[in-house]
């Protein structure tokens, strides 16, 4: 089987990516779900004209030349909490006392701040001019009835949840989280609470992976460790395909011991590639047994990691019914010259930062399939082209923003 190409390879996984189910919640368990349905306002924000700012509602007429030196006298003829509303029409001459969010009492026009006013027992000194309309909140501005606020695809935010509950919605329809299956696969890999002898490792990948799947808003089913038998391997899978998607890391390069594809096919597996040509993660293994997506990532931690974020993010992504699988791409200048030999997509751990609004980016320090902790240090990819031997300092390059 070929080695394809990393566009290509992400088209083939995501047209057999079908999307899940939806399901309604509460607005208080909608954080991080995909919207599936668009949210409509059914009032406008604010339902009346208000004011912005605690102060006096007056007519802006009355005061236009009103001047520290020159005030201008108003009787003061009612208050008005936010909450409620005036009991009276302004008349000139007029004003009343009005808090913020307080509606604008009829025949107002405008709201004096309440710095730029003396009180002087049942009257204030207007030492200031008001436009019309100054410090008015209109009804409506916010949020008009009728008007789409959230339009669905979009994975859920504090900011949409306080949107949502400004239109007053209790529940909302989301996209069905799948399930993940995480299986670890190497006879030299450990559990956190056993103790490492000599060439033994402790299973990074298969916890790292299932922060990933929970980064992306599905739920991962951890399974462990298969050990480097057939038997072994397919019995875990039995249980993985119980879940909606399956991810191994491990076991599909070319080793005597990569069981994996020769595992999966026994039981059923079309087999879509198992080469990329990308650095890190270049054996990468996608196929289904009957609708069930199954990854099969490599056993090198950045290897393991890059993938996932290059496919199954997407993958999990499309599921749940998002409109936008992959992380934000940005143009940001590099701070060094790079290097590398042509022929395969890199991903470089890297640095990237922002100062009003121009990125620049530096490599997370060495790069290589086995040391995660550039990856750990770095906050985005930098996507290093197919046929480049060399970028330089100073050039725009393409970085995928490591946002979670």
């Given amino acids: 089987m070929n080695t394809i190409q990393v566009q290509e390879a992400r088209d083939q996984i995501l047209s057999k990516i079908k999307v899940k189910g939806v399901e309604k919640v509460s607005l208080d368990q909608a954080l991080g779900r995909v919207l599936a349905e668009d949210i409509i306002s059914r009032v406008n924000n604010p339902p009346l004209d208000n004011s912005a700012m605690d102060g006096y509602a007056l007519i802006a ?4 030349a009103a001047t520290p030196e020159s005030p201008v006298k108003l009787e003061v003829v009612e208050e008005i909490a936010a909450g409620y509303s005036a009991k009276g029409t302004l008349k000139p001459g007029q004003a009343m006392r009005i808090m913020t969010g307080a509606p604008i009492p009829a025949g107002a026009n405008a709201v004096l701040m309440q710095e730029d006013t003396d009180k002087d027992e049942n009257f204030i000194l207007a030492n200031d001019r008001a436009d019309v309309e100054e410090n008015i909140r209109k009804a409506g501005e916010d949020v008009q009835k009728g008007e789409t606020v959230i339009k669905k695809g979009v994975a859920l935010s504090p900011a949409h949840i306080g949107m949502m509950a400004v239109v007053g919605r209790s529940q909302v329809a989301v996209g069905q989280r799948p399930t993940v299956a995480i299986l670890s ?13 000599g060439p033994q490792i402790y299973n990074s990948n298969g916890h790292m ?7 992306a808003g599905a739920i ?9 038998t057939e038997k072994d391997l397919m019995e875990k899978f039995e249980w993985a395909l119980k879940s909606d998607v399956v991810v191994s890391s491990g076991g599909v390069s070319v080793g005597d011991y990569d069981l994996v594809k020769a595992s999966l096919q026994k039981m059923g597996q079309e087999m879509l590639f198992w080469k990329v040509a990308m650095k890190p993660g270049k054996p990468l293994a996608f196929g289904r047994i009957g609708d069930t997506p199954i990854f099969g990532l490599p056993g ?3 290897s393991s990691f890059v993938s996932f974020e290059q496919f199954v993010r997407p993958s999990l992504k499309k599921i749940m019914g998002c409109s936008n699988l992959m992380h934000q791409t940005v143009q940001a200048k590099l701070t060094q010259t790079i290097h590398k030999k042509p022929g395969r997509l890199h991903f470089l751990s890297a640095i990237v930062s922002s100062d009003n609004g121009e990125y620049t980016v530096t490599p997370a320090g060495e790069q290589g399939s086995g040391i995660l902790k550039s990856a750990a240090n770095a906050n985005g990819l930098l996507i290093f082209p ?6 330089k300092e100073g050039a725009q390059v393409a970085v995928q923003l490591l946002d979670i």
């Fill in 185 to 197: 696969t190497g006879d030299e890999i450990l559990e956190l609470d056993q103790k490492p002898e």
């Fill in 386 to 391: 197919l046929e480049e031997a060399e970028l």
């Fill in 209 to 215: 992976l299932a922060a990933q799947i929970r980064s």
């Fill in 220 to 228: 991962p089913v951890y399974l462990g460790i298969a050990k480097d």
């Fill in 300 to 302: 090198n931690p950045v």
């Fill in 61 to 64: 007429e009355d005061i236009a």
